[in-house]
């Protein structure tokens, strides 16, 4: 088994809502990773979780807030967005932070912010 | 900073063709790089992963291939189908200690019947 899996799979919201993007994977990797994808762009790391620790934060703002309440659980709190928030959201994994080994990705949210 | 160009930007063929994708980079102080496949609007597929001490690796019609000191990879893809339509990724993970993918700027492939 090499799933990721992402809820929602849409979501839209207005810009005072507060949501959530979950996140799962069950291959019992100890990195997890948020990336968020504009329309014809790649991927942009957000965040990177190691082994239940947030490791990296790529100078995300606050209104991102990532949570990994379990090794196989991760979540992005989501609160106060703009419009240019409007992204696909892509939850990935691997088996080491720190070593040669292969991601996996999820299926993305599609985010929309009005 | 590592930077990831791919070309072509978008390529069409006929079916059956065999095709080459290239990825550039511009440190080879790498961990491995990954092709990834994307369909629009979803998630994305790993291919194949070829680590910085391998030359190439080989999925079925999907061979990828790694030149760490020249920054090249390329992803050759034989008897190309209608269902290999969609956008390539490569990425490459620098050793600095944590795994960041660092992705280039994709190649859309539509192939035709």
């Known amino acids: 088994d090499t799933e990721v899996t992402q809820t929602p799979k849409h979501l839209v919201m207005g810009m005072t809502n507060k949501k959530s993007l979950k996140c799962e994977q069950h291959?019992?990797?100890?990195?997890m990773y948020w990336y968020k994808q504009k329309a014809k762009k790649p991927p942009e790391l957000m965040f990177v979780?190691?082994?239940?620790?947030?490791?990296i934060n790529e100078s995300v703002p606050s209104r991102f807030s990532p949570e990994c309440p379990n090794s196989s659980l991760l979540n992005l709190h989501l609160h106060a967005l703009q419009p240019e928030d409007s992204a696909l959201y892509l939850c990935a994994s691997s088996q080491d932070p720190q070593g040669n080994t292969e991601a996996f990705f999820g299926q993305g949210t599609r985010l929309t912010v009005v | 900073k590592q930077e990831v160009t791919q070309i072509p930007a978008a390529l069409s063929v006929p079916e059956g063709e065999n095709l080459v994708l290239n990825c550039s980079f511009t440190?080879?102080?790498?961990?491995?790089l990954q092709w990834f496949r994307q369909d629009p609007g979803k998630g994305l597929t790993s291919l194949l992963l070829?680590?910085?001490?391998?030359r190439e690796q080989t999925s079925g019609r999907l061979n990828a291939s790694l030149d760490k000191s020249s920054g090249r990879s390329t992803l050759y893809i034989a008897a190309s189908q209608p269902g290999d339509s969609a956008t390539y990724l490569c990425?490459?993970?620098?050793?600095?200690?944590?795994?960041?993918?660092?992705f280039g700027t994709g190649t859309r492939l539509l192939v035709s019947p």
């Open positions: 291959m019992g990797h100890r990195a």
């Open positions: 440190d080879s102080a790498i961990y491995n």
């Open positions: 979780y190691s082994y239940e620790k947030l490791s």
């Open positions: 990425a490459v993970t620098s050793n600095t200690g944590f795994q960041k993918l660092v």
């Open positions: 070829i680590q910085s001490s391998q």
